[in-house]
């Protein structure tokens, strides 16, 4: 459904529109002419409608249309009422009334806009705006989820989430029409939804489709994902991996080591006793008997054998110790190995992916032996293995994260702002660590481990004291730093956004006062946008002439405008004016540069 061929709430809110502009340019509104033009069809159909689109015909050819415009907005107003969550003609594909908790209609303007997070289904999960985790309460919002309901991507994926809260199990029977069997490249998401949606209660269901030989292999793949969860499923998937060719039998053989069901080593058995790279993907997704003794004899093996520094092997075996939470060992073996052999660039990448799978292991796996496993690693070299032990401590006991572990986060500085900028929140969710992971060569795998709901306080104070302690040429640094804050400030609740906020000033304050570019920049994107501009003007002006000898353009200045009350700006800018005339200690040429850029602002920003 596109909201813009809306005809019935597109001619009222232009019928506001109107109003807003005044009657005296009603004649030549061609915009309301065409929104009229739009609602003809429907006037057909109905003798309410035709009685509105009646009086709105008159309303462009009389000589008095103040009268006329009030009586067409209360009859539209009227009509919207009855309408409820009337959108076309088309029926609407929603649950029933008693299960539909607060509910609500949005103004058509609104829904608009909001309806344009659907427009790119692709795009960046936290470019979805805070309202629209309440603007999903309005049912007409279903039909263009439904729509894009098989997008595989990120954002779709938290589109969903939003209207899983809502509508709860009223999705189930939606969602399920959703799935096309006849469409080979069909991805099946509807049935991950599901799967959060309706768990084992959908097993019938998800054995249909796993085992339609006619069904698309997305389809089929997804199904088979949903019957991981139960345990009695293990010889529905033996089955299938046992009957079935390609990608559909991998997948169901994948699932089965998932499980960890003891049916799995009667398969892996056989495929272990031939030496094949793939074999290490396989032994990586579970923790069955024969993926330990797999993982177990293959570190082991790479670690006998004599190597010289910088001839590093094995890279894809760091991925089997993921899955085994007894695996403390062959991490510190292969740390070893890793430190002994590999060249300074290989010690640093492989240090990353061994944490990111200590991390992984704690995103799909709710069982404390995860937990102990990163504490037995880091109590052996604290360093190797901060980042897993900062992420649980995180996870654990947000409150105290940082007081417990301030020292260590601000020795292992750029682990820990590394790991900090994979956190994120869309909407009102829960801030959750979001981070891709490369799988040897061949693939790329993508975690998310919710952290928290409220941004812990010790976290705000690490940031701020983290800035003022590094040193004044480090431009990366504090970028990395500002960008993380905004980060923060801009998603963070209403409720707590005044100590982020002042966090953040002081971060920026103390960034503008080095006065390097990065600085300026980071001021530009945040300062102006999300915190108290007073002040800030005249010292990111200043700044930019006395530390960086640059001047700062005048169009650069007024674009300022967008983001400062002009009550602020102006005065901000006189400011800067009196005290560029007042300076003898600056070149001159790079002094007048800046007044007359100052002075050109000042003259755009009073016309």
């Not at 999960?125 to 039909?143: G, K």
């Not at 003794?293 to 894809?316: C, M, N, P, W």
């Not at 062959?330 to 052999?341: A, D, N, V």
């Not at 700062?552 to 007024?558: A, E, L, R």
């Amino acid at each position: 459904m596109d909201m813009n061929n809306n005809p019935f709430f597109a001619l009222r809110q232009r019928l506001y529109d109107s109003a807003a502009a005044g009657c005296a340019v009603i004649r030549e509104d061609f915009r309301l002419k065409r929104a009229i033009d739009a609602f003809q069809p429907l006037a057909e159909k109905n003798k309410v409608f035709a009685r509105l689109y009646g009086m709105c015909a008159k309303l462009q050819e009389s000589d008095q249309p103040a009268l006329l415009l009030t009586e067409c907005i209360a009859l539209a107003d009227a009509v919207a009422v009855t309408q409820s969550s009337y959108t076309d003609d088309t029926p609407a594909e929603i649950p029933p009334a008693q299960e539909r908790p607060n509910l609500h209609q949005l103004p058509y303007q609104e829904l608009q806009t909001v309806a344009r997070v659907f427009k790119n289904i692709n795009g960046d999960a936290e470019e979805i705006p805070q309202s629209f985790a309440q603007a999903v309460a309005d049912p007409r919002l279903l039909h263009l989820y439904l729509e894009k309901s098989d997008a595989k991507s990120e954002r779709a994926d938290y589109i969903s989430r939003f209207f899983e809260r809502q509508y709860g199990d009223a999705l189930i029977p939606l969602l399920i029409s959703r799935i096309n069997l006849s469409d080979p490249k069909h991805s099946g998401q509807q049935l991950v939804y599901l799967r959060r949606l309706a768990g084992n209660t959908c097993n019938s269901l998800y054995c249909q489709y796993a085992e339609n030989p006619d069904a698309p292999p997305n389809i089929r793949i997804r199904a088979m994902e949903a019957l991981r969860d139960d345990p009695d499923n293990a010889e529905k998937l033996l089955q299938l991996y046992q009957t079935e060719k390609g990608k559909v039998k991998t997948a169901a053989l994948n699932y089965l080591v998932q499980m960890n069901s003891p049916l799995a080593d009667t398969v892996l058995e056989k495929l272990f006793a031939k030496e094949k790279d793939s074999n290490a993907d396989i032994a990586a997704e579970g923790n069955t008997q024969l993926c330990r003794d797999f993982t177990e004899h293959a570190v082991r093996s790479l670690i006998a054998k004599e190597r010289k520094q910088g001839d590093l092997d094995g890279q894809y075996l760091l991925w089997v110790l993921a899955n085994k939470p007894d695996a403390a060992e062959l991490f510190l073996l292969m740390k070893q190995y890793i430190q002994k052999s590999g060249s300074k660039t290989d010690r640093y990448n492989y240090r990353k992916i061994m944490n990111r799978i200590l991390i992984e292991n704690l995103a799909r796996h709710d069982d404390p032996a995860y937990h102990d496993l990163i504490c037995k690693v880091y109590q052996n070299d604290h360093s190797w293995f901060f980042t897993a032990r900062l992420t649980l401590a995180l996870l654990t006991d947000p409150e105290n994260a940082f007081v417990q572990f301030e020292q260590e986060a601000e020795e292992y500085f750029s682990d820990t702002i590394e790991l900090l900028s994979g956190i994120k929140r869309v909407g009102d969710l829960k801030w959750t660590l979001n981070t891709e992971l490369r799988v040897w060569q061949k693939k790329t795998r993508i975690y998310e481990l919710p952290l928290f709901e409220k941004i812990p306080h010790s976290l705000t104070e690490y940031l701020k004291n983290s800035l003022l302690r590094r040193r004044v040429g480090d431009e990366l640094v504090q970028h990395e730093l500002i960008t993380l804050g905004e980060k923060l400030t801009v998603h963070c609740d209403p409720d707590e956004r005044s100590r982020t906020e002042h966090t953040v000033q002081i971060m920026m304050r103390q960034l503008l006062s080095q006065g390097t570019s990065r600085a300026t920049g980071a001021f530009h994107v945040y300062a102006l946008a999300h915190g108290d501009a007073k002040g800030l003007v005249r010292q990111a002006i200043l700044a930019s002439v006395e530390k960086s000898n640059k001047f700062m353009p005048y169009y650069s200045i007024t674009t300022w405008k967008s983001y400062v009350p002009e009550d602020i700006l102006i005065p901000e800018l006189k400011e800067v004016e009196e005290n560029l005339l007042s300076r003898k200690d600056l070149p001159e040429s790079l002094r007048n540069d800046q007044l007359k850029a100052v002075q050109q602002a000042l003259r755009n920003l009073k016309k």
